[in-house]
C-alpha cells in the first residue's frame, strides 16, 4: 500500500506515517497505480485526477473545508474522504478578529503612515481616525463552531453578536443592512456560491466593514471589487475567488486588509490538523472506522 502527499505537513504527528512519496507535480503527468492514500490541501480532487490513481481508496483532506474533492465522484468510486474539523476553530476566530481590528482601526495604513514618514507631518490625521467595536453590531454569516468562536471574541470587545444561518437568526438582507462588522462563516457549497451577491453587498451600510475567512467565491469579488474602490465599505479578505490571484485593483487599496489565506496558520494549530490527518490515515490503514469520514 502507497501513501502519497501534495505536500509534506508540520507536524510531530506525520513521522508516525509509513513512508510517504511525495507528489512533485498535480495532477501526475499519466496514471499512477498502488497508490491507496492521497494526503492533500487546497488541490482539486476531481473526477480527472480520480483517474489518474486507480487504486486509491481515501482522500485525506488537511482542512476542515472539502470542497475542492469531488465527494460524490469518490463515493462512486469507493473511495472515502476525510477531513480535519474542530482543531482550526480557534485559529479561524482570532484572525477573523485581527482583521476587523485592522480594518476598523486603520492598522495597516498606520503602520504603512509611520515607515513612509508621515507621523512627522502630525497626528491624528482624519483619515487615520477609526471605529470603536464596543457598541458596534457583528453580523455573522453561519454559526457554526467557527462562527460560534468569533462572536465570543466579538462580545468580549462589547459588539452586539447578531447572525443568520438556515435555521435561525436573523434573515440575510436583514443583518447586512443592520451590521457594522459582517463576517462570513458558512462553507462553500451550491447554495452559499454566491451568496453575497451585487444587490446584497449593495445593503451593506456605508462605513461597513466585511470580512472573509471562509472562501473566496462565496462573494461575487467583481461587485466587492467595485464597492471596495468606491470606499463606501472596507473588507479584510483572507480568500479570493481564484487563489492565488488577487484583483489587481485591491492591491493600492487602503480600506482592504488582504492576507494570503492563513487564518489557520499557526504553528500549533497546523500541528493539531496534522494529528488529525494522520489518525484518519493510520485508521485506513489498520482497517478501523474512520474519525472525520465526510458524508456530504
Not at 492514500?37 to 482539486?44: D, H, M, R, S, W
Amino acid at each position: 500500500m502507497i501513501v502519497a502527499t501534495t505536500q509534506r505537513f508540520p507536524g510531530e504527528a506525520w513521522d508516525e506515517l509509513p513512508e510517504v512519496a511525495v507528489l512533485e507535480t498535480w495532477p501526475p503527468a499519466q496514471p499512477l497505480e498502488g497508490i491507496e492514500i492521497l494526503l492533500e490541501a487546497v488541490v482539486p480532487v476531481a473526477a480527472g485526477e480520480l483517474a489518474l490513481l486507480p487504486d486509491l481508496r481515501l482522500v485525506a483532506n488537511y482542512g476542515v473545508g472539502y470542497d475542492n474533492v469531488d465527494v460524490v465522484a469518490c463515493r462512486e468510486r469507493g473511495i472515502a474522504v476525510t477531513n480535519t474539523p474542530g482543531v482550526l476553530d480557534a485559529a479561524v476566530a482570532d484572525l477573523t478578529l485581527a482583521l476587523i481590528l485592522a480594518c476598523r482601526r486603520h492598522v495597516v495604513a498606520g503602520d504603512r503612515f509611520v515607515r513612509d514618514g508621515g507621523w512627522q507631518s502630525g497626528w491624528a490625521k482624519p483619515k487615520l481616525l477609526g471605529r470603536d467595536l464596543a457598541g458596534s453590531t457583528l453580523g455573522l454569516v453561519g454559526m457554526g463552531r467557527i462562527g460560534s468562536e468569533v462572536a465570543r471574541r466579538g462580545e468580549a470587545f462589547g459588539m452586539r453578536v447578531v447572525h443568520h444561518r438556515r435555521n435561525d437568526g436573523l434573515p440575510l438582507d436583514e443583518l447586512l443592512r443592520s451590521a457594522d462588522v459582517v463576517s462570513l462563516h458558512v462553507p462553500l457549497t451550491p447554495e452559499t456560491r454566491g451568496l453575497l451577491s451585487r444587490k446584497r453587498l449593495a445593503l451593506l451600510r456605508d462605513g461597513a466593514t466585511l470580512v472573509n475567512t471562509a472562501r473566496g467565491v462565496i462573494v461575487d469579488e467583481d461587485a466587492l471589487v467595485d464597492e471596495l474602490v468606491s470606499g463606501r465599505i472596507s473588507a479584510g479578505l483572507d480568500v479570493f475567488a481564484e487563489e492565488p490571484y488577487v484583483p489587481e485593483r485591491l492591491l493600492g487599496l487602503a480600506n482592504v486588509v488582504l492576507t494570503p489565506h492563513i487564518a489557520s496558520a499557526t504553528v500549533e494549530t497546523r500541528a493539531a490538523m496534522t494529528r488529525v490527518l494522520v489518525d484518519n490515515a493510520l485508521a485506513f490503514l489498520r482497517g478501523e472506522p474512520l474519525p472525520n469520514e465526510v458524508r456530504a
